[in-house]
């Protein structure tokens, strides 16, 4: 029987003692594979080695090298007794800087100096914590000295916690993923910023947004916001605060889907705005546009202009013409239904007229192929599928199918809200297709049975419907 015990500061008792362990979980593995069914018996002594290893590190035992991490501009230097071996094994950037040389002065920015300890650790243990602050200048530390699996799973954290609604400083991160190329990072950025765009665009960070994510986030229709006036005035403030070129100011204001506002907003926006003070000879063919398709039918001004263009397709708007909140408390009981209304179409023709909506959730809906069935051909009894074998359905329909609506389908979109730091965030957006009642993955993935769901808040089901009217392909302008 071996028996490890703690060597002395300064000694190799305990790194020779790690070797030793290593090497024999390695050969209780190996006779385990030789002897078949005989040797059943599996030794496991990773955690005793990851203790082992957490000491090492913590007391500098046999320390081979020392380094010296400065934080850029600064006196402060945070000194690391470490071992050749282990930092090698995960950088060959670090075993080639450390090879030959008994200790090494590293500069690092601030934010990464403060992180080094973490950096260090998971080199010798595998693992660490990662906090949100922490996420970006523990990524730069791992891409620098190429550390590809804590880089992968820094970015992985990233990208998760944006994917769930998270509250990860997105504009932040979206700037930094193109910095390093990271392109996954980066989508995952873009797709929660049009998904929050109302939040972030009265926070702090929506004075840090560049030209180019401006660019990137205007022309998108699936921009979740109150309505097309909240974008304008998003927009407006943002000007007001980067003060761009010219050339970048009026290609931002030509972005905005004028024909979404109303006329009596049109006008206000025309008398009191100052970027339309200073930019408005730049989209004024985009006002007349407007003011036009509110003063006709959609049939009528479809004779004479095109009404296909994105400036005439609605965005995810959450205002009551467009849609309605929708929450489910105890979602995982049974059915439930309600019904909303929202506006024919966008245009100010269309203002006073409704479409009525019914919709029905259903927390365990089976396919037919899932349903109860008792007696197969033969008489034998087959068992019946469980209600757990389900999935959430939720189905939109409209009350009646009268004539109100020729000219125009639906596009439905169901938003789904996750809770975070008490800001109520869309965790995901499910759209139909405009022929279809249902979005075939809605909640493919959520477990609404757990109270603690990802997809609940407060046991509750935070839904938001939006209905888009889109206007027929059909409806050609005459040649």
């Given at each position: 029987?071996l028996?490890?015990?703690?060597?002395?500061?300064?000694s190799?008792?305990?790194?020779?003692?790690?070797?030793?362990?290593?090497?024999?979980?390695?050969?209780?593995?190996?006779?385990?594979?030789?002897?078949?069914?005989?040797?059943?018996?599996?030794?496991?002594?990773s955690?005793?080695?990851?203790?082992?290893?957490?000491?090492?590190?913590?007391?500098?035992?046999?320390?081979?090298?020392?380094?010296?991490?400065?934080?850029?501009?600064?006196?402060?230097?945070r000194v690391?007794?470490t071992?050749?071996?282990?930092l090698?094994?995960?950088?060959?950037?670090?075993?080639?800087?450390l090879?030959?040389?008994?200790?090494?002065?590293?500069?690092?920015?601030?934010?990464?100096a403060?992180?080094?300890?973490?950096f260090?650790?998971?080199l010798?243990?595998?693992e660490l914590?990662?906090?949100?602050?922490?996420a970006?200048?523990?990524?730069?530390?791992?891409?620098k000295?190429?550390v590809?699996?804590?880089q992968?799973?820094v970015?992985?954290?990233?990208r998760?916690?944006?994917?769930?609604?998270?509250?990860?400083?997105?504009?932040?991160?979206y700037?930094?993923a193109?910095s390093?190329?990271?392109?996954?990072?980066?989508?995952?950025?873009?797709?929660?910023?049009a998904?929050?765009l109302s939040?972030v665009?009265?926070?702090?960070e929506w004075?840090?947004?560049s030209?180019e994510?401006?660019?990137?986030?205007?022309?998108?229709?699936d921009?979740?916001?109150?309505d097309?006036?909240?974008?304008?005035h998003?927009?407006?403030?943002?000007?007001?605060?980067?003060?761009?070129?010219?050339?970048?100011?009026?290609?931002?204001?030509?972005a905005?889907?004028?024909?979404?506002i109303?006329?009596a907003?049109?006008?206000?926006?025309?008398?009191r705005?100052?970027?339309?003070?200073?930019?408005?000879e730049?989209?004024?063919d985009?006002?007349?546009?407007?003011?036009?398709?509110?003063?006709?039918?959609?049939?009528?001004?479809?004779?004479?202009f095109?009404?296909?263009?994105?400036?005439?397709?609605?965005?995810?708007?959450?205002?009551?013409?467009?849609?309605a909140?929708?929450?489910?408390?105890?979602?995982?009981?049974?059915?439930?239904?309600?019904?909303?209304?929202?506006?024919?179409?966008?245009?100010?023709?269309?203002?006073?007229?409704?479409?009525?909506?019914?919709?029905?959730?259903?927390?365990r809906?089976?396919?037919?192929?899932?349903?109860?069935?008792y007696?197969d051909?033969?008489?034998?009894?087959?068992?019946?599928?469980?209600p757990?074998?389900?999935?959430?359905?939720?189905?939109?329909?409209?009350a009646?199918?009268?004539?109100?609506?020729?000219?125009?389908?639906?596009?439905?979109?169901?938003?789904?809200?996750?809770?975070?730091?008490?800001?109520?965030?869309?965790?995901?957006?499910?759209?139909?297709?405009?022929?279809?009642?249902e979005?075939?993955?809605?909640?493919?993935?959520?477990?609404?049975?757990?109270?603690?769901?990802?997809?609940?808040?407060?046991?509750?089901?935070?839904?938001?419907l939006?209905?888009?009217?889109?206007?027929?392909?059909?409806?050609?302008?005459?040649?």
């Open positions: 029987m028996r490890l015990g703690y060597a002395k500061p300064g190799w008792g305990s790194f020779w003692a790690i070797l030793t362990l290593v090497g024999l979980a390695t050969r209780a593995a190996q006779k385990a594979d030789v002897g078949g069914e005989a040797a059943g018996t599996s030794i496991n002594h955690q005793m080695l990851l203790q082992r290893l957490q000491e090492l590190l913590r007391q500098g035992n046999a320390s081979d090298v020392v380094l010296r991490v400065q934080a850029a501009g600064t006196d402060e230097v690391f007794h071992h050749r071996l282990l090698g094994l995960h950088s060959e950037l670090l075993r080639e800087l090879s030959n040389q008994s200790e090494v002065v590293l500069q690092e920015p601030r934010d990464c403060a992180v080094f300890d973490k260090i650790r998971y010798y243990c595998g914590t990662v906090l949100l602050a922490q970006i200048p523990l990524h730069r530390l791992a891409t000295y190429g590809a699996s804590l992968r799973g970015a992985d954290y990233m998760a916690l944006l994917a769930g609604g998270g509250a990860g400083p997105a504009v932040g991160w700037h930094y193109v390093t190329g990271d392109e996954a990072l980066r989508e995952s950025c873009l797709q929660f910023l998904w929050n939040a665009a009265g926070s702090a004075g840090a947004v030209p994510l401006l660019a990137q986030l205007l022309p998108r229709s921009l979740v916001l109150q097309e006036l909240e974008l304008f998003a927009l407006e403030a943002w000007l007001g605060r980067a003060r761009p070129p010219a050339a970048v100011a009026e290609r931002a204001l030509r905005i889907r004028y024909p979404m109303p006329p907003q049109l006008f206000q926006l025309q008398a705005s100052a970027a339309l003070a200073r930019h408005g730049a989209v004024a985009l006002l007349l546009q407007a003011y036009q398709f509110h003063a006709a039918s959609p049939l009528h001004y479809a004779k004479f095109d009404l296909n263009g994105s400036a005439f397709l609605p965005r995810n708007y959450l205002a009551p013409a467009w849609g909140p929708w929450v489910i408390n105890n979602p995982a009981r049974d059915d439930r239904s309600t019904s909303f209304q929202t506006q024919l179409g966008p245009s100010g023709h269309d203002s006073g007229r409704r479409v009525t909506w019914n919709v029905l959730f259903s927390p809906w089976l396919p037919v192929s899932l349903r109860p069935v007696a051909a033969a008489g034998t009894a087959l068992p019946a599928a469980r757990e074998d389900g999935r959430p359905r939720l189905v939109v329909t409209p009646s199918s009268g004539g109100d609506a020729a000219g125009v389908s639906f596009q439905k979109t169901v938003l789904v809200g996750a809770r975070q730091h008490g800001r109520l965030l869309v965790r995901h957006a499910y759209s139909f297709h405009q022929s279809s009642e979005a075939g993955d809605f909640l493919a993935h959520a477990d609404l049975q757990r109270r603690n769901s990802e997809y609940l808040v407060e046991n509750a089901l935070h839904l938001h939006i209905v888009k009217p889109v206007y027929h392909t059909l409806i050609r302008t005459p040649k």
